[in-house]
């Protein structure tokens, strides 16, 4: 398989992981679009340069991670969860749609509550990378990378049962 066709069929696979990843860092969607691109660019051409990437996946997210933390620092914005984020669906009745509502908001301020880092590798996490890979991605130990997302969890379930 050529470069091209591996990095073609790594680019099929991944590209929108990278691009909602970068949404989820708060990067505005232009702008994750293109650093989305980037992030394929660069492995392209670090791919043709004949250099040995052992985990493209971990590599592609690292490349993207980096661009977010760039684009944060030019720009002031950061770590703004948007209220309506959730999909709305049919609500079964109304004291189960407060309930629902109540639940989505104590999860909602506990993702928001919890660190940076801690909501990085969540996302990280959720997306089906695993402890070693998130560490590469965000260049931390993976036993960090662990720790993160032991405190995320536990402050999350906290969060919903109200301990």
């Known amino acids: 398989m050529s470069v091209r066709e591996r990095v073609e069929h790594i680019y099929e696979a991944e590209r929108e992981h990278i691009y909602s ?3 989820c860092f708060g990067v505005p969607a232009q702008r994750a679009q293109e650093l989305a691109q980037d992030s394929f660019v660069k492995l392209y051409i670090k791919m043709s ?6 985990n493209p996946r971990a590599w592609l997210y690292r490349v993207a991670h980096n661009a977010a933390l760039r684009f944060h620092r030019r ?6 969860l ?9 609500l079964p009745d109304p004291e189960q749609a407060l309930m629902d509502e109540q639940r989505k908001t104590a999860l909602r301020n506990a993702i928001r509550d919890l660190s ?8 990280l996490r959720t997306r089906g990378l695993r402890h070693w ?8 130990s993976t036993s960090a990378a662990s720790e993160y997302l032991r405190r995320a969890v536990l ?3 906290e969060a919903l049962h109200g301990s």
């Open 82 to 90: 948007e209220a309506g984020a959730e999909p709305q669906g049919a």
């Open 49 to 54: 340069r004949g250099e040995s990437i052992e």
């Open 21 to 23: 990843y970068l949404l």
């Open 116 to 123: 940076p880092r801690q909501r990085n590798c969540l996302e």
């Open 155 to 157: 402050r999350l379930k």
């Open 75 to 80: 720009e002031a914005v950061f770590d703004a």
């Open 133 to 140: 890979e998130i560490a590469e991605a965000i260049g931390i």
